[in-house]
């Protein structure tokens, strides 16, 4: 049986032998085939083509192929469109057509706002003026003195900065100048006021002329009078309404068929309205 066996193998090897020994020389021949018939220079790239046209392509080669292709055409495309470039020339119609975004307005700086000066009468736009003050009343007469403490009240206002339309009046009491009668004085007048001050301090004059009614009656004479009243003050402001103030008037009255020379001393506050 072994002999069956090793008779067996050693006819095949001998049946097999030859055909592996033509494969061979059959590439060979065709090798030589076709380099014959190539120029001379392409031998070794030829014999390449040859072998490599005997086994199937991999995922390799055409891995290569495809990114020799790639670069192939990129650097046409990009020789094509540096030709184009230069080969074209830019017009201004070209950029005027090309869009740009709109160019943001410049945010303009605040103004710096103006220093207020309230005390001002020129730039108080406050017309209307209210003085509320303290009254003394030092009258004389040839009939009698009187000390009068009392209240005056003004009301000013103003056609200009420094002219205004003024009204006063003013109310006194005193202690009895005589036995159970007490003094009593009203005064009332009207007149130009002026100022003369254009900041915290402003002095001011005015000059008015009116009336006075006089308690208690004597026999010298009636209970009404004339009066005209020149004086001034100043006003000092502590905002842009209120204001103190304080002033001297000579009162000039007319009474029991005589002038009398009298002075009225103010203090208190003003405000503007």
């Known amino acids: 049986m072994k002999k069956f066996v090793l008779r067996c193998s050693f006819a095949a090897a001998l049946f097999v032998l030859p055909c592996l020994m033509c494969e061979p020389a059959r590439a060979q021949s065709q090798i030589d085939s076709f380099t014959a018939d190539a120029p001379r220079g392409a031998g070794v790239a030829t014999s390449l083509a040859i072998t490599a046209a005997q086994f199937p ?27 184009s470039a230069f080969s074209t020339p830019i017009s201004a119609t070209s950029l005027d057509a090309i869009p740009s975004s709109p160019a943001k307005p410049a945010t303009p700086f605040p103004a710096p706002k103006p220093k207020p000066h309230p005390y001002a009468y020129n730039e108080n736009q406050n017309s209307w003026e209210l003085g509320i003050t303290f009254a003394l009343v030092r009258f004389r007469s040839s009939v009698y003195y009187a000390s009068a403490p009392g209240l005056n009240t003004s009301l000013a206002y103003w056609v200009k900065e420094w002219i205004a339309i003024e009204g006063s009046v003013t109310s006194a009491f005193a202690p009895p100048v005589f036995e159970n009668e007490h003094f009593r004085y009203l005064g009332y007048a009207a007149g130009p006021k002026f100022s003369f001050g254009h900041s915290r301090l402003e002095p ?36 842009n309404v209120i204001s103190a103030k304080a002033g001297v008037d000579y009162l000039g009255t007319h009474m029991f068929g005589e002038w009398q020379s009298s002075v009225q001393i103010l203090a208190g506050f003003s405000f503007r309205f």
């Open 57 to 83: 392509p991999t995922d390799a080669s055409l891995t290569a192929q495809a990114s020799l292709d790639y670069n192939s055409l990129t650097s046409s495309s990009i020789a094509n469109a540096g030709n």
């Open 204 to 239: 001011w004059a005015h000059a008015l002329v009116g009336g006075v009614h006089l308690i208690p009656q004597t026999a010298s004479g009636g209970q009404n009078g004339a009066e005209f009243t020149i004086g001034g003050g100043v006003d000092y402001g502590l905002n």
